[in-house]
């Protein structure tokens, strides 16, 4: 359970927290669709959590067509909210929204209605500035004209997450931001140095400029269209991705000329243009996928049958590439070679591969921080029923840029954390500071009630738990402009139901931590005209005593200094609960 500090509650903090949720992608919708067969054939849901990833496998009741346009969003706590195929979209119950439908219309939606729509980077989804629930959702059209496929219309649907009981409905469909010939697919969009805006660039079909556009607390603007001094093929799609630290983009794709074009540049967060541009081209018409590490030292290039990586750091890194994989043959089906293709970097800190031809299996870049080989290119490791693609993501995890020009909105500081078991020892846990905004203090409390000593100020510490057990840990974090606070409760090793159930009926407070001012819950099974309340210090001395307790719920509004404190409510019955306050200054 996640307990925010009241301070969130304040507007801007609320979009800061918004921005900076990180968990925005924690959910991966795969899957492809057979026309023949059952139409829930192979629906995958990938979930990541902090710690790892794990499968679902949705095979009933299930209609999402998934072909190559995928994009979907979580919300703060990983959760899923909706995605979409391209043609509908789809509420965390995987049913379509109300008003969901009947995206991109025209004579290519149709072509695609029992596959999901065919465009490679097809759509992406982002939070609206500054309008917590809204989410914009990106896509483009594929239009032709003879021996020429193009975008005729950059689309925006509004999705409110407020309606429909929770589930989402669409607000409007299908609105025109750019109505001209756009290079086909390949949608990108990366976070604005100010930590709350996002850039959505796209090319002019011929090339020669792209038109940069801009999603700010007002809705999506043109910016500026800047000049490019270089020709793109209109036909054909691919991939393109920002670098994690929103410095560095590339666009790769195929087109009808038996070659695939490579793009790569400088990007300006601050005022969304490119410098330092290259282009160059790659011999054959095949599959294509670009991804950067996490750490934007390196950029890897799919080209079906081979896998570069560029470094980023030296001079020259397209000519200077490294070949660090090669097909090994390995075919799911007879005439279909495991292929190199798109690429997503993931929360996991991995970059997963889309097979191509053969559907059924998965890559992975392990360690994609290293260079060469060490990078650890693991093929078709991951085993699957089938896949079409994977989702397209921006990098959520890219905050403002520090100490920059632009850097202008109010920097209070958003807290979060992560946290693993130690390989030698399960209760001994390592945990991780994932805090924005120029962090300068840390203070944990570990909920560990039989001790005095489980706090910590450092900003990555570790703590060896006495046993089994749910325990809530708390991470109080400040810089100049304030603090904020994120409370989880974490389960050390197995724990059974009635531990569970224990730990739920404990002692509600809110808000916590505080600043004096605080609502308590007491548990349902406690004899209310039979208990009495206590407030005591770390050392045990009572600071408030209450031994008429009349309600279930009761206020208080208390004179303490900072510290930790201890809720106890003892029960004529022989029941004790407790519960940890933390006041701050």
């Not at 991966?28 to 499968?55: A, M």
């Not at 996991?348 to 360690?367: A, F, L, V």
């Not at 309340?533 to 009761?554: E, F, H, M, W």
Request: hydrophobic share 35%; with cysteine.
């Amino acid at each position: 359970m996640i307990v925010r500090y009241i301070f969130l509650q304040l507007i801007s903090l609320i979009i800061l927290t918004e921005a900076f949720s990180q968990r925005e992608d924690y959910n991966w919708l795969l899957g492809s669709c057979n026309p023949l067969s059952d139409s829930t054939w192979s629906r995958i849901h990938w979930i990541f959590n902090d710690q790892d990833v794990y499968l679902e496998k949705r095979e009933y009741k299930v209609d999402h067509k998934m072909q190559y346009t995928n994009s979907s969003i979580s919300n703060k706590n990983g959760q899923l909210l909706f995605y979409t195929n391209g043609l509908s979209i789809f509420n965390r119950k995987y049913e379509p929204m109300p008003n969901g439908d009947g995206l991109n219309p025209g004579k290519y939606a149709n072509s695609n209605k029992d596959y999901g729509y065919d465009l490679e980077g097809g759509a992406i989804i982002l939070p609206w500035p500054g309008h917590p629930g809204k989410y914009f959702v990106f896509h483009l059209t594929t239009d032709n004209i003879p021996f020429v496929w193009y975008s005729l219309d950059l689309f925006t649907t509004l999705v409110d997450m407020s309606l429909d009981n929770g589930l989402g409905d669409v607000v409007y469909k299908n609105k025109s931001v750019h109505h001209d010939s756009l290079v086909n697919g390949s949608l990108s969009a990366c976070r604005h140095a100010n930590g709350r805006d996002w850039w959505i660039p796209c090319f002019y079909y011929s090339g020669r400029k792209c038109l940069m556009f801009l999603l700010d607390p007002g809705g999506v603007k043109l910016h500026h269209i800047q000049s490019i001094p270089f020709h793109f093929e209109p036909s054909g799609n691919g991939q393109a991705q920002f670098s994690p630290d929103g410095s560095k983009y590339s666009f790769f794709h195929r087109n009808s000329a038996s070659y695939r074009e490579f793009f790569l540049a400088d990007f300006d967060r601050c005022n969304g243009r490119f410098s330092n541009p290259e282009y160059h081209t790659v011999n054959k018409f095949e599959l294509v996928g670009v991804g950067f590490s996490p750490n934007s030292n390196f950029l890897y290039m799919a080209t079906a049958a081979e896998l570069y990586q560029m470094d980023l750091t030296e001079p020259n890194p397209f000519e200077n590439r490294l070949r660090i994989d090669s097909i090994d043959g390995f075919e799911s089906f007879p005439l279909f070679p495991s292929y190199f293709s798109f690429m997503q970097l993931a929360p996991d800190g991995k970059i997963y591969i889309n097979n191509g031809r053969s559907p059924d299996r998965i890559s992975t870049i392990n360690k994609p921080d290293l260079k060469g080989k060490a990078c650890e290119v693991l093929q078709h490791n991951i085993h699957i029923t089938s896949n079409a693609t994977l989702p397209n993501f921006p990098f959520f995890r890219l905050g403002a840029l520090q100490n920059s020009s632009c850097d202008t909105l109010n920097k209070l500081p958003v807290a979060d954390w992560t946290y693993i078991p130690d390989n030698t020892d399960n209760y001994k846990i390592k945990f991780s500071d994932q805090s924005n905004y120029e962090i300068s203090e840390w203070q944990w409390d570990f909920g560990d009630l039989n001790s005095v000593s489980d706090t910590s100020s450092l900003k990555n510490p570790e703590y060896i738990f006495p046993g089994d057990g749910i325990y809530e840990v708390c991470l109080i974090v400040k810089n100049p402009s304030g603090a904020d606070t994120l409370c989880k409760s974490i389960n050390i090793t197995h724990v059974s139901a009635e531990d569970i159930a224990e730990a739920n009926a404990r002692i509600k407070i809110w808000p916590n931590p505080s600043n004096g001012q605080i609502t308590i819950q007491f548990p349902k099974n406690i004899l209310i005209d039979k208990s009495f309340l206590s407030i005591q210090d770390i050392n045990g001395k009572p600071v408030y005593t209450d031994r008429a307790i009349l309600d279930s719920r009761k206020t208080l509004t208390l004179d303490l200094k900072p510290g930790v404190y201890f809720v106890i409510v003892n029960n004529y019955a022989g029941s004790k609960y407790y519960s940890r306050l933390v006041v701050l200054e």
